[in-house]
């Protein structure tokens, strides 16, 4: 038996660092990819275009930042592929490996009626084999995987209270199981701030187009071990074991 089939959505701009093992791991579980790019100034679509599962890449370049509105277009082009499930991934996330395993037998065996999958997510930091695993890094858990026959006609991703909807989660609101999930045992490696440097492009992006209120620690937790999402005794790092990280990464 194969994987039910899976079409992958990924909002992209600038993910030529990681796009490449990001698509190499997706295509290992996903039938389809589809893609909104906006505005790549990198090599990103050209890599996208190298992969046979790559089956629609639509360039939104001249639209201004819209999370949910590219969601529901994103979310629109899944549709056209007939997928039984969609999964949501970032360009910077990498599946684990012997992924496909694990999912198969997880929606084919043992929750076959579940609509809803949610993923834990390890943020990889400073070297290959390393995470960060302190206050809310050591529980990151993400709805990403949707079963569509569970799902009503008109479901759509829903506004959010941050500036060009920032925030907006990664499966729409309203979907049938959002409270009736699985947690699956498929983690999801997580580069976006692997380097110091990128930690500190994503903390400007971050206060500069969706700034959060003060309580929340103007993400402070993303350039350091300080902020509420931080852990009380600042930065925890642990490591992977030989074969489960991907080593070559830049």
């Known amino acids: 038996m194969d994987l039910p089939k899976i079409v992958a959505m990924y909002r992209l701009k600038n993910a030529g660092r990681w796009i490449d093992k990001s698509l190499e791991a997706a295509s290992s579980i996903c039938d389809s990819i589809v893609i909104v790019d906006n505005g790549s100034t990198d090599d990103t679509v050209k890599i996208c275009k190298n992969f046979p599962n790559v089956v629609e890449i639509r360039d ?15 979310y629109q082009m899944a549709l056209k592929e007939n997928p039984d499930f969609t999964l949501t991934l970032d360009g910077d996330e990498i599946l684990q490996v012997d992924s496909k395993d694990l999912l198969f037998e997880e929606l084919t065996l043992l929750y076959p009626d579940i609509p809803v999958f949610e993923f834990e997510f390890f943020y990889m930091w400073d070297k290959p084999n390393q995470y ?11 709805r990403r995987l949707l079963r569509i026959s569970s799902q009503p006609s008109d479901l759509k991703f829903e ?3 941050y500036a060009g909807n920032g925030h907006c989660p990664h499966i729409p ?14 983690k999801i ?45 600042g930065i ?13 990464v830049r």
């Open 173 to 186: 609101q309203k979907s049938n199981g959002w409270n009736n999930y699985v947690r699956s045992r498929m």
């Open 159 to 161: 506004s959010t209270d």
């Open 236 to 248: 925890k790092l642990r490591t992977l074991p030989k074969g489960q990280f991907i080593k070559d």
């Open 60 to 74: 939104q370049s001249s639209l201004a930042f819209d999370d949910t509105r590219d969601k529901n277009t994103l």
């Open 189 to 233: 490696f997580h580069y976006g701030y692997y380097d110091e440097e990128l930690r500190q492009q994503k903390y400007k992006f971050y206060n500069e187009t969706q700034p959060s209120p003060h309580e929340c620690d103007n993400y402070t937790h993303t350039i350091s071990g300080d902020g509420v999402f931080s852990g009380p005794n």
């Open 132 to 142: 960060r695993y302190d206050g809310s890094y050591s529980m990151e858990w993400f």
